[in-house]
Each structure stands twice: as structure tokens, then as C-alpha cells.
């Protein structure tokens, strides 16, 4: 009798299990449980189709449950749902939503690759009212553009609320705007993307205030109350006179979709997300877990993490396929395994990109880490390429290095190109375990059209070497606003005619032509804060005064960061 695998969902993870099983052998019997209608579809481009970006939605279904069948040989059931899982009798009671009836599905091996599901907070008052949706599913974004035909060039009433500054978020307003909604976002934590520092959370801001986008950080939702003329008043948590919207997009995030395993004695996190090895095995044997709703290694450390994105979903149902074909002898058992995932995400909105890749500064100090003793940052702001080369652009890095071993754990970029490069580079570094070092050495392709003799790579590393070597000393733009400025120097050394774009009023202004000549007007006894435009005359300047005593930092990013979140 052949061996049967059950994989439980059909997107990401259930999805290219079944796939790469099928193609390690043709003998095993496969089947899918899908709790919707279609499998493998992009949920990544809900908000696109939502704004036209995408035609249409047949564009989302990459493979259909029939022809997903017929390629695979596999038993496609969609409208199934599992709603139990015995290990000890190997049977998933499943529910198949057409007839209503409940049915028991056997195993020989087992993946768990049931995603995730949206949130829905049941203590916001009328949360289940018409008009409130999420962005989750085919079926959500179905329901939501029923909406948006109703909207003609004759009504007034065009306000949509976008509820949580996450990704799915930031994509429905960008995209909704698009469509001439008028768009309100609220988050109720502090700041955009939570994955992001405050600098780059704080650019995002702007870009899409810039855009029209009313965004209202550090604010929530108390309830919705339909209105006769059919809009939906909503109440926010700061207390502001309530509004009406056309409809609400809620985007609070995703938990994993696990309840269906209570009681089957497979270890669950306290999120609820299923425990993994790098075999993506479970505590059970034969029973695997991967996707959205399972806890896997994180590459640059030995922590588990939750990561609910596509890409670690696909490998690990990939890798999942590979432990059951080892332990079917079709493999060998020196196989590769899942090495974990470091997070890595990439956003655009509206014309610019922001991406991130490991650990945030954000996330080190809510475990207690401290910056200079635990960890350190490297920022730069360059040119995508050679600023000579038509149609270069600003490009802003963070990386965020181990204080003992040197290497990088975190990075963060935006820009309006090159971004994707930038961050897909220090990923592969991250995963690599790679230092400073690597960074300041690494020999990337040159061309004026693409980069840089020293690419922002390069200068990222050297940035970081040069603090280690003990020659250079930064603070972070977000750190040095906190400061109290009687103790110290804030000196500017740009030229003078540059302080009339842009002047930050506590820094005394020197340029850095001028700097030796006038050194007797910087005090000694307290440390000097030294600001350019971005950096690099900046760190030649703090170089001068540490050669001549001077206890000097260097504000990362400059007058440009401060300026573009700080200024008016």
C-alpha cells in the first residue's frame, strides 16, 4: 500500500509540500485539505487587485484546485476543513463545507501548513457590522470591491479607514487612494511597521503623508455604529470627534490558525503557532508543521521566531516534503534542512521602497539589550549609483551589528531605488553570519548606471569598522533628540549657504574648510555633536577634533535626516 500524506492547507507552504513530494516520488498518495475555495493563490496581492495595480483576479490564482491536481496527481479537497487531528489513530477529522458533513481522513505522515488567520478584536463595539472587512483572503477582497463600484462621481462621501499600520495596512491605503478614497490610516502603537526603527518608521510617515494619506499614529478604534444614511461612525481611542466612513478595511495583524489542534498533544507556542525543528518536524513523529501558522529557527541566532510571510512558508513546506522523503529512504539522511529565516521584507509605497532583514533595534531593546554594550548601528545615506550618472537617488541604510562577535543582525533600507539590491545583499550577509568585515570587503559589480566604486555596502562596513577600531564614535538621530543639549557641542560644519535650506538652531555653525582655524571656539569639557549633510564631512570633521582631543559624535544621517523628520 503506498504511504499517504494529508497536508492540512493549501497555500504557501501546503502548496509546494505537495509539489516537491510528488516530484521526489510518484508513489505517494497525496491529499490537501483547503478550508476555501482555491489553493496557491497570492495573497501578497490582495491590496493590488484591490486598486487595479493587478487587472485581474484571476491574475492572484496561480494554479487552479483542478489543474494543481492533474499536474500533481494529487487529491485537491477544497471546502474541507480540518477541524481535528488524532496522532495516536494518524486522523484528521475533516468538515467538507459543501455537504455539512464530518469525515475522517488517515495519514501516514502528516503537514500542518494551515496558515494563518486574520484578527478580529470582538471587544471593538459593532466590529461585525456591514460594511467592516478584512484584507486576509480571495473572499475578503471580493467583498470589499463590491463597495467600490457603488462609489460614482455624484456621491460625497468618499472616506475610508484603514485600521493597523502593518504591511496589508500601508498596501490598502497606497492602493485605495489610488482608487480616490480619500484614506484614513490609525495604528494604535507608535509607529508604522513595528519591524522598522523609529528614523525609517518615521520617513514612511511622510511619504504617505505626503500623499494625502491621514495618518494617525498612537490611536485606535472604541467602536462602529452603522448610521441610517448606511456609513459606518467610528469613535477613536483618543477621545477625537467620531467619523463617518464609506467602509473600513481592518489590517490588525494575523494569529495562527491552530485552534483545530487542542488536545492533539502537538506542542504549540503561547501564540499558538506549532513548534518546528530544522526538519520542520513536530513532537509527534510523522507530523510536520510549516507556514504562516508554525515557529521556526531564526538564521542569525538560535531563537525560535514567529515569521508569517511567504517566502520562509514556501521553503519550509519544501523542507517538510524533504523529511518525509528521508524518512522514506528516498532521500538522504544528510539532506538539506530549513536553516531558519531571518525575516527579510521589502514594501513600496507610492515611490518609495522600505525593507528590512533580522533583528530591529526596537526588537533588541524590548529584550533588554543595550545599544554600545550589547549591540551596535551603522547608518549611511548614499546615492544609488555614482551621483554624476543621471538619475541617481538617496538611499538610507542601517545596519545593526553583535557587540562581541561583530556581526550583522539587523539592516534596514529605503530609497526610491536601489533598496531591493541594498537589503537582499545583507540578508544573504545575516544568514551568512557575516561581521563588519565582510561588509567593508565584499566585491559587488560596478558600473556607474548601478552603484559605486565603494558601495553603500562597502561604506556600511566601513562605517561599523571604523567604530570598532575605536575611530569614530555615532548617535542616532531619534537618541540624539532626547538629549539635553546644554551638555553639549552641537556644531554644524556644513557651508554657510547650505543653512539656508535647512538650519537646525542649537548647532553653532562652522564649515569644515574653516574647522582647524577655529577650533578655539569649541569647548574641551563636554562632548561635540558634529552634523553635515549626510555624513561624510561630518565623520572628517569628528576625525580632526579626536586628533586634537576632542571627545566628538557623529549624527547619523545629518541635516537631510533631520530635516525630512524634523523639519517644517
Avoid at 574653516?514 to 563636554?526: A, G, H, S, W
Amino acid at each position: 500500500m503506498a504511504h499517504k500524506t494529508v497536508i492540512i492547507g493549501g497555500s504557501a507552504a501546503g502548496a509546494a509540500a505537495a509539489a516537491r513530494l510528488r516530484r521526489l516520488s510518484e508513489q505517494e498518495e497525496i491529499v490537501i485539505l483547503e478550508k476555501g475555495k482555491d489553493i496557491s493563490y497570492a495573497s501578497c496581492g490582495l491590496a493590488y487587485y484591490l486598486g487595479g495595480e493587478v487587472p485581474l483576479r484571476q491574475n492572484l490564482v496561480i494554479i487552479p484546485p483542478r489543474v494543481f491536481s492533474e499536474r500533481y496527481r494529487a487529491q485537491v479537497k477544497t471546502e474541507c476543513e480540518a477541524i481535528s487531528v488524532s496522532p495516536d489513530k494518524k486522523v484528521v477529522a475533516v468538515l467538507n463545507h459543501q455537504t455539512g458533513e464530518t469525515q475522517e481522513e488517515k495519514y501516514d505522515s502528516l503537514i500542518i501548513a494551515s496558515g494563518a488567520a486574520a484578527v478580529r478584536p470582538e471587544q471593538i463595539s459593532g466590529i461585525s457590522l456591514p460594511h467592516i472587512y478584512n484584507l486576509r483572503t480571495l473572499p475578503d477582497v471580493d467583498s470589499i470591491h463590491e463597495e467600490i463600484p457603488s462609489i460614482t462621481s455624484d456621491d460625497h462621501f468618499y472616506d475610508v479607514l484603514i485600521v493597523g499600520g502593518g504591511f496589508i495596512g500601508i498596501e490598502a491605503a497606497e492602493n485605495l487612494s489610488h482608487k480616490g478614497f480619500r484614506v484614513t490610516l490609525v495604528e494604535l502603537r507608535g509607529q508604522l511597521l513595528q519591524n522598522l526603527d523609529g528614523e525609517f518608521s518615521g520617513l514612511l510617515e511622510r511619504n504617505l503623508r505626503r500623499h494625502a494619506i491621514n495618518v494617525r499614529v498612537g490611536v485606535g478604534v472604541r467602536s462602529f455604529t452603522l448610521t441610517p444614511d448606511d456609513f459606518i461612525e467610528t469613535e477613536f481611542t483618543d477621545d477625537s470627534r467620531k467619523q463617518k466612513f464609506r467602509f473600513v478595511v481592518l489590517a490588525l495583524g494575523v494569529k495562527p490558525a491552530t485552534r483545530f489542534l487542542e488536545g492533539s498533544g502537538i506542542e504549540k507556542a503561547p501564540n499558538g503557532a506549532v513548534i518546528t525543528n530544522c526538519r520542520m518536524e513536530t513532537n509527534i513523529p510523522g507530523v510536520y508543521a510549516a507556514g504562516d501558522n508554525a515557529v521556526i529557527l531564526k538564521n542569525y541566532s538560535d531563537e525560535l521566531t514567529w515569521s508569517p510571510l511567504a517566502g520562509p512558508a514556501a521553503r519550509g513546506g519544501r523542507r517538510a516534503a524533504d523529511s518525509i522523503a528521508r524518512s522514506l529512504g528516498i532521500l538522504p539522511r544528510n539532506s538539506a534542512e530549513f536553516t531558519g529565516t531571518s525575516g527579510s521584507a521589502i514594501i513600496r509605497v507610492f515611490d518609495e521602497t522600505y525593507a528590512f532583514s533580522g533583528a530591529s533595534e526596537n526588537e533588541l531593546r524590548q529584550k533588554g539589550l543595550v545599544a554600545g554594550k550589547d549591540y551596535f548601528t551603522s547608518f549611511v545615506i548614499q546615492s544609488s549609483h555614482v551621483n554624476w550618472y543621471p538619475g541617481s537617488r538617496l538611499i538610507f541604510i542601517r545596519g545593526i551589528f553583535d557587540k562581541k562577535r561583530g556581526t550583522l543582525i539587523g539592516a534596514e533600507a529605503c530609497g526610491r531605488a536601489g533598496v531591493s539590491d541594498a537589503i537582499n545583499t545583507l540578508a544573504t550577509v545575516i544568514a551568512l553570519r557575516g561581521t563588519f568585515s565582510d561588509l567593508a570587503n565584499i566585491d559587488l559589480a560596478y558600473s556607474p548606471q548601478y552603484g559605486s566604486a565603494k558601495s553603500n555596502i562597502n561604506m556600511l562596513g566601513f562605517t561599523a569598522e571604523n567604530q570598532v577600531l575605536g575611530l569614530g564614535e555615532y548617535i542616532s538621530l531619534t537618541a540624539y533628540l532626547t538629549l539635553d543639549k546644554k551638555d553639549y557641542f552641537v556644531l554644524d560644519v556644513r557651508n554657510r549657504e547650505e543653512l539656508f535650506k535647512y538650519r537646525i538652531p542649537e548647532a553653532v555653525n562652522i564649515p569644515l574648510a574653516q574647522l582647524r582655524d577655529r577650533m578655539n571656539e569649541i569647548p574641551k569639557d563636554k562632548p561635540v555633536i558634529v552634523i553635515c549633510g549626510m555624513g561624510v564631512r561630518a565623520w572628517n570633521a569628528a576625525g580632526i577634533l579626536r586628533c586634537n582631543g576632542y571627545h566628538s559624535i557623529v549624527l547619523e544621517g545629518g541635516a537631510t535626516l533631520h530635516a525630512l523628520l524634523k523639519g517644517k
